[in-house]
């Protein structure tokens, strides 16, 4: 059966994506839950332990607070509060933290350090994993076990103002509440107003157990503009006014309340270097957590403050009420807030916790009493219940005491041993599902390396053998036994399997496709082996590979794709994958470099002058004569000049934003920039910028498009001015910023323009006229508007890199690709290692908290998720975007070339996106069960994921292209 290689590539590459959905279906971890689905009761609690004597009884201790008060303020960091800058930034705090009655503590936040898993985190004391930062965009109610629901059921009155993603997750469960969306990073001072100002009639009120107050100001600014900002100051002294206003209110109420109140100050992640969140750096995952309380001692200086889980606030919280714990929590209750409890209730709240964690472990681990913590736990247990019975036999010795607090330590002990056990379980994987989505994967991939030398070769077609695999006695026989696999796993599987719930039909389907890639697989790399070449004859395999050759630059393409692929199998070279490429690309301008010398010199003295310029530079566009000698002179050395140009380019947008882990947190060009008293250099440089994207666009652009973009770009410019980010001329100093909504929807107007022109040329050129140079002209149009498009959602300082990226496009297609006549295979390859390369220049890395969200909402005065995403996706991608879409320009405009190039392109670049992404399923399944994959491999392997279904879209295009012009001639 014979296929055009582009069909092929499609085909495969769809494929493939089906597998990688498979295999994230199966990577996504079930948290760690209960086996039991109802929630936790009163009733329920375990009776406290007694030795002998008279029964156990169900006594609950006294709750420790009345009322309570959560002040969370989104992307607090640590250093804010007890950092050095601390007493300028919040002197309030900062006193009661050092003299008031209080404890401190740097709370530890597990990745991913977002908002929505960070509120489950704090509410039910479990580990969300990274599937949560999915549905942090559109947030469902929270139907586990939570110290919300617990609190409603038990009668608390709750009142709450901030963040609306609570009332997503609790709905109908405060009795007063007003919410304000937490993804238009473009405000932080309406969102924080609309908070405050509920304040001074909330607190004079007494109708209310818990006030919750989600303050998002600061997490917005560090979005904008970082955590060094000269915003962030005045913001945590608005947030410490606040907090003062909080306790002077509590303070007033003290002498009537029966039993003391708490005043909770906490962040549910921090912020990285660059203001971001969502990985597992220090200043992402510590954050403050500072409890103030007339129940405890007040302290006589600033002690360091003790490190704990961010999840033991759940149990803290509940205990302090008199709640249940909730069942799915793996935190442990804050022994230093029961200090001034009797040792009684120290020991009862101690062990109504570990009873809790004791019942997690034993529904969550098979084994466990192989579990050191079980052990502990039942020691413990049955210590206390000697302890008490000596407690209520009147026994009053320093013996008893003594006993007490070596309970108490055994306690305290057992509880951190299941804790951890616990957060260790990040999840359960459904091995069967991965498995079968990496075979899947690879076999595919397979078929596809050894379909290479067919479909590169000229007739661009590759004869795979379907239908005698599918006749073939193997066929049968595997799918029998991978029938019978699969019934044996679903049989046997403790738990369920998404691939065992889908339907018989589904599933032969499944099994059958498999065996017929393995039988086709098979036969594939039987003619590549000597006995297949005399079984099929020299003759076909000689017309196959003919003309596969390598040439030293394949060799440099080939060896360094596939050893970027190796390079995945160490978490270090994932944190800091920009070192590789920024390597690989410097080598291919060394290795282009030579090519350009060995054309223009070496053959010049073979073959003469005058005849390697008719040889080497042929113009077809132009008549041989309009091209004077030195011009071609002229053009020889500009060819010569590209490559050392494209690398000092590279060298130069290397050094505007550092990225990966290692070096992030150091000083970069974009810092310098972005500085308020170098607002004038980056205001020159974003004009300078500008103009030279207009320059080097505008020439493939129509009149109107001209003007267009023209306009477009100078509404870009007033943008940036709108915003602060730069200024005009006769702005004073110090502008009041404002959204710039008006000026981004005057570029959206042109973009929308210059893509419905582009669009159209494209359609009549596909559909009336089947006429090359009207589509050539249509995605050139359309690649304008994307252009117009990323230079809106770039930041000020980001411009150069698109500068750069157009500059190299426009040399590297004029006097390298189309002078030294470099086929699609390795044009698209070199599109791919560059567009790779800009990914990183722009800053970004295999770290979630590198995404700049604030880009989503670029002329948006309220968060709308649709276009929010797509422009966070656009921007984030814009660099192995511009490059995709370049190459589809570039092949489709090369007239001399044949319609099979455009397959060729297809068919590599299916094959460079499909190795990372299996490579990636083979090392999360391999490497399952530890703790790194989760900050450095998921992040990345949600990438490469991703940029495969951009390069499943590219592929149909491809596809869609090469077969018009084919279709037309018939």
Not at 562 to 584: D, K, M, N, P, R
Request: proline residues 5%; aromatic residues 10%; glycine residues 6%.
């Amino acid at each position: 059966m014979k296929v055009r290689s582009s069909v092929f590539a499609s085909f495969i590459l769809i494929c493939e994506v089906l597998g990688c959905a498979l295999f994230l279906r199966g990577f996504f971890p079930v948290p760690v839950k209960s086996s039991v689905s109802s929630k936790n009761k009163l009733s329920d609690l375990p009776l406290e332990p007694l030795t002998g004597g008279t029964p156990n009884s169900t006594r609950l201790p006294q709750p420790l607070f009345k009322r309570v008060v959560v002040m969370l303020v989104d992307a607090l960091r640590e250093d804010f509060v007890f950092g050095p800058g601390g007493r300028v930034n919040m002197p309030y705090t900062r006193n009661l933290v050092e003299r008031g009655s209080s404890h401190s503590f740097v709370a530890k936040a597990r990745p991913p350090t977002v908002t929505m898993p960070r509120i489950k985190a704090l509410t039910t004391g479990s580990i969300p994993g990274f599937i949560d930062v999915v549905m942090n965009l559109n947030s469902p109610a929270l139907v586990e076990d939570n110290l919300i629901w617990q609190a409603k059921a038990a009668g608390k009155k709750m009142v709450f103002y901030g963040d609306d993603t609570w009332l997503k997750l609790f709905p109908k469960h405060f009795m007063e509440h007003d919410g304000t969306t937490s993804f238009f990073v473009s405000d932080y001072t309406e969102v924080d107003n609309n908070v405050t100002r509920h304040l001074d009639s909330t607190l004079k009120r007494d109708d209310w157990d818990i006030l919750i107050l989600h303050y998002l100001g600061l997490d917005h600014i560090g979005h904008i503009s970082g955590p060094h900002s000269s915003l962030i100051q005045p913001k945590l002294l608005e947030m410490d006014d606040v907090f003062k206003k909080i306790h002077s209110s509590l303070i007033s109420k003290e002498a009537d309340e029966s039993l003391p109140y708490l005043l909770v100050l906490c962040g549910d992640h921090g912020m990285s270097e660059t203001g971001s969140h969502g990985g597992s750096s220090e200043q992402e995952v510590n954050t403050p957590l500072v409890l103030i309380s007339p129940a405890f001692k007040r302290k006589g200086g600033m002690e360091p403050p003790a490190v704990v889980e961010q999840v033991d606030l759940t149990p803290t919280l509940a205990l302090g009420l008199g709640l249940p714990i909730s069942q799915n929590s793996v935190g442990r209750v804050i022994a230093a807030v029961l200090e001034e409890s009797s040792l009684r209730d120290q020991l009862r709240f101690l062990h109504l916790n570990g009873h809790q964690l004791n019942c997690l472990l034993k529904d969550s681990t098979p084994d466990y009493r192989k579990e050191a913590g079980f052990e502990q736990f039942r020691v413990a247990e049955k210590a206390h219940g000697n302890w008490m019975k000596l407690y209520l036999e009147g026994n009053t010795s320093e013996t008893l005491s003594n006993m007490g607090k070596k309970v108490l330590k055994q306690y305290l002990e057992a509880l951190a041993a299941m804790s951890s056990a616990l957060s260790k379980q990040l999840g359960k994987y459904d091995m069967y599902s991965m498995i079968a989505g990496m075979v899947f994967m690879f076999q595919l991939l397979l078929v596809l390396v050894l379909a290479m030398p067919e479909a590169l070769s000229g007739e661009a077609v590759v004869d795979l053998p379907v239908l005698s695999s599918l006749l073939s006695l193997p066929f049968y026989l595997l799918c029998l036994l991978f029938s019978s696999v699969h019934v044996l796993v679903c049989t046997s599987a403790e738990s369920s399997c998404y691939f065992c719930s889908l339907s018989w039909a589904l599933v032969f389907a499944a099994v059958a496709f498999s065996a017929a890639m393995f039988c086709i697989l098979v036969a594939l790399a039987t003619r590549r082996l000597p006995l297949g070449q005399r079984v099929y004859g020299k003759s076909q395999l000689s017309s196959v590979g003919s003309d596969w050759s390598l040439s030293d630059l394949d060799v440099l393409l080939l060896a360094g794709t596939i050893g970027h692929t190796l390079s995945l199998a160490a978490s270090s070279f994932v944190e800091e994958e920009h070192q590789t490429w920024y390597f690989l690309l410097n080598t291919l301008c060394l290795a282009v470099f030579q090519d350009v010398c060995r054309k223009y010199f070496r053959e010049q003295r073979s073959h003469g002058d005058d005849d390697e310029d008719e040889h080497i530079l042929p113009s077809k566009d132009c008549h041989p004569s309009a091209h004077p000698k030195a011009e071609m002179y002229s053009e020889k050395w500009l060819a010569l000049a590209t490559p050392p140009f494209t690398l000092v380019c590279c060298r130069l947008l290397r050094s505007l934003n550092q990225t990966g882990v290692q070096w992030a947190h150091l000083p970069d060009m974009g810092h310098w920039l972005n500085s308020s008293e170098h607002r004038t250099v980056l205001s020159l440089l974003a004009v300078f910028c500008l103009v030279f994207i207009y320059v080097l666009v505008q020439r493939r652009c129509s009149c109107v498009s001209k003007v267009a973009l023209a306009l477009g770009l100078l509404g870009v410019y007033s943008y940036r001015a709108a915003v602060g980010n730069v200024s005009f001329p006769w702005q004073r100093a110090g502008p009041t910023m404002s959204k710039g909504t008006v000026e981004a929807r005057f570029v959206y107007v042109f973009v929308l323009g210059i893509l419905f022109s582009g669009t159209k040329d494209l359609l009549r050129s596909q559909i009336i006229s089947a006429d090359a140079k009207l589509r050539s002209k249509g995605l050139w149009e359309i690649y304008s508007g994307l252009v117009l498009l990323v230079s809106l959602l770039f930041r000020a300082h980001n411009l150069p890199v698109l500068c750069g990226c157009l500059l190299i496009q426009t040399l590297m297609a004029q006097f390298i690709w189309k002078k030294l006549h470099y086929d699609a295979a390795q044009t698209t390859i070199m599109h791919y290692w560059f567009g790779q390369a800009f990914f990183y220049f722009q800053g970004n890395s295999n770290n979630i908290a590198t995404v700049d969200i604030s880009v989503g909402f670029v002329g948006l005065e309220s968060y709308i998720e649709a276009p929010a995403i797509f422009l966070t996706a656009l921007s984030t991608y814009a660099g192995p975007l511009l490059w995709a879409c370049h190459l589809v320009c570039f092949l489709s405009s090369q007239r001399d070339r044949s319609p099979v190039a455009v397959g060729h392109g297809c068919y590599c670049l299916a094959l460079l996106r499909s190795v990372p992404a299996a490579a990636y399923i083979v090392l999360v399944t391999v490497l399952r069960y530890h703790l790194f994959i989760w900050s450095v491999f998921s992040p990345k392997l949600l990438y490469e994921c991703m940029h495969l279904l951009l390069t499943a879209a590219i592929c149909l295009i491809f596809n869609a292209m090469e077969q018009s012009p084919s279709s037309s001639k018939s």
